[in-house]
């Protein structure tokens, strides 16, 4: 996963931030998440073609806490994961087109290989480490801010 350090106390001062920093904070390398329970911003790694996504966080051994991926496809669609040579405890964090949360799979557990089905169509998916989606409040209904999420997104980039 890079060189991204973050460390817990600025995860949370970034979760306590949010408005204009986050509209001009809107990059590739970052997402931004809000909700009701406030935002956070993350640094990810974008995994947009095929080859990406099929490697996804297999191999990885540890990931900083302010860290994660971005799958993004390029419509939405019925999407299942599934944890195969991952190392790490994920949450999966899956939006629609427009980058709203539709379901929070938390803690999915290493090397298993049941399929982790979106439920519904989605076009992004988020993972980051198992369990900081309930620590941080990341539910159903939350919005992602990302570059990536183009058309008509619910926090688009300014």
């Known amino acids: 996963m890079g060189s991204c350090n973050f460390s817990l106390l600025t995860l949370l001062a970034a979760a306590l931030a949010g408005g204009p920093l986050a509209a001009q904070s809107c990059r590739d390398d970052a997402i931004w998440l809000r909700g009701d329970w406030g935002s956070?911003?993350?640094?990810?790694?974008?995994?947009?073609?095929?080859?990406?996504?099929?490697?996804?966080?297999?191999h990885v051994e540890q990931m900083p806490p302010?860290?994660?991926?971005?799958?993004v496809y390029e419509a939405e669609r019925p999407t299942a994961f599934w944890m195969k040579n991952t190392l790490i405890p994920l949450d999966m964090i899956f939006a629609d087109a427009q980058g709203r949360v539709v379901k929070v799979h938390p803690m999915a557990i290493p090397h298993d290989e049941t399929p982790i089905p979106s439920g519904?169509?989605?076009?992004?998916?988020?993972?980051?480490?198992?369990?900081?989606?309930?620590?941080?409040?990341?539910?159903?209904?939350?919005?992602?801010?990302h570059p990536a999420i183009s058309g008509d997104p619910v926090w688009p980039c300014e």
């Open 66 to 71: 302010g860290a994660g991926m971005l799958f």
């Open 120 to 145: 519904e169509p989605v076009q992004y998916v988020l993972e980051i480490n198992g369990g900081m989606a309930a620590q941080l409040g990341i539910a159903e209904g939350s919005e992602m801010m």
């Open 40 to 58: 956070v911003r993350l640094s990810v790694e974008v995994a947009d073609d095929a080859a990406e996504r099929a490697q996804g966080l297999m």
